[in-house]
């Protein structure tokens, strides 16, 4: 039960950083997904929790955390890449990655 509430705070915390203007960056989307990660197999090998991270709804909120920040690091990569692109062509990928 309390590992619930850990991770929920966490994603909250990581959310809300990814969404102020200016807060992301790449090492955001490694900690947060290393975090979700290494987090999620290591409760998957306890006997008594099994396959309930996965299918949880308490854990679900912090899943979509991280398939957001796998997005937003894919428009990164894709801005990084396309340097010389104008800034119009950027926030038409992230339209089209987000819709």
Do not use: W
């Not at 912090?62 to 957001?68: D, E, R």
């Amino acid at each position: 039960g309390g590992y619930i509430f850990v991770l929920n705070m966490i994603g909250v915390h990581a959310l809300l950083l990814a969404l102020i203007p200016g807060r992301y960056n790449s090492n955001l989307h490694r900690a947060y997904s290393l975090f979700f990660i290494i987090g999620t197999i290591g409760a998957i090998q306890v006997p008594v929790v099994g396959l309930a991270p996965l299918k949880s709804l308490e854990q679900l909120g912090p899943m979509g955390v991280f398939f957001l920040l796998q997005l937003l690091e894919l428009c990164a990569m894709n801005k990084r890449a396309n340097k010389d692109k104008p800034a119009e062509y950027h926030q038409a990928f992230m339209v089209k990655v987000f819709v």
